[in-house]
């Protein structure tokens, strides 16, 4: 069974800077995963951050980036807001009869 | 204005069936893949599944807790997604997503509806 693993939580201070990982149990994750990143704030849906490893929506804000890291999928926070704390969902897709694999999510709190 | 608007949770015995609806309006329900997705109480996100575009032949494709039990299907005329839910266990409670995907981009959710499933 595919795994994919994130770090459970990260403190980070304001105006900071902080990335988030995503990692395959199948081994490095590439452009081919097409790493997804969601943001989901308590009581709310999930909300669409990242597509297909670096593409941002028009709503998501500039501060946000993706990339690919050592082998990992990355969400990047630069000058990170209080607004931002929240939990951070990572999702890959596998070419097999269970296409996608959410990560077990980071807490980020904002300190 | 974009919208997906999931239905049809509730209350359920263990060993029933219930059927949920993703009802979408603003956007051509046919261009795209529907995602349902799924979160346990405190617990994070789990695909459990999705419609392929009818072009791309209406097929859908399950995640292993749930094959077998769960169907997926679509309604191209009135712009809805369904998931089918037979055999529900307790470990089905959860608050239920529906996604709309474009070539691996689940770009909008609805704001879910809650399956309860308890004797």
């Known amino acids: 069974q595919t795994v994919v693993t994130q770090e459970p939580s990260l403190t980070v201070s304001p105006g900071g800077t902080v990335t988030l990982t995503c990692a395959s149990s199948?081994?490095?994750?590439?452009?081919?995963?097409?790493p997804n990143w969601f943001q989901q704030k308590p009581g709310q849906a999930p909300k669409s951050l990242i597509y297909?490893?670096?593409n941002k929506h028009s709503w998501t804000p500039a501060r946000f980036s993706g990339s690919l890291l050592g082998g990992k999928a990355a969400l990047t926070l630069s000058g990170v807001q209080p607004e931002d704390e929240a939990d951070y969902y990572c999702?890959?897709?596998?070419?097999?009869?269970?296409?996608?694999?959410f990560g077990g999510g980071t807490k980020l709190t904002v300190l | 204005e974009v919208q997906l608007v999931e239905s049809g949770g509730g209350l359920v015995q263990p060993g029933r069936s219930l059927r949920l609806s993703c009802a979408t309006s603003?956007?051509?329900?046919?261009?795209?893949?529907f995602n349902w997705v799924r979160q346990a109480p405190g617990m994070g996100l789990e695909w459990v599944g999705f419609t392929r575009r009818t072009v791309d032949g209406g097929t859908s494709e399950y995640a292993a807790s749930v094959k077998g039990r769960f169907t997926i299907s679509r309604d191209d005329s009135k712009s809805i997604a369904y998931l089918q839910m037979n055999s529900l266990k307790t470990e089905d409670t959860a608050l239920y997503y529906c996604?709309?995907?474009?070539?691996?981009?689940?770009?909008?959710w609805g704001k879910g509806t809650t399956v309860i499933v308890s004797s």
């Open positions: 603003g956007f051509t329900f046919g261009d795209y893949t």
């Open positions: 996604t709309r995907d474009l070539q691996w981009n689940m770009d909008v």
């Open positions: 999702l890959l897709y596998y070419v097999g009869p269970q296409p996608w694999v």
């Open positions: 199948t081994g490095a994750v590439t452009s081919g995963f097409y």
């Open positions: 297909s490893t670096v």
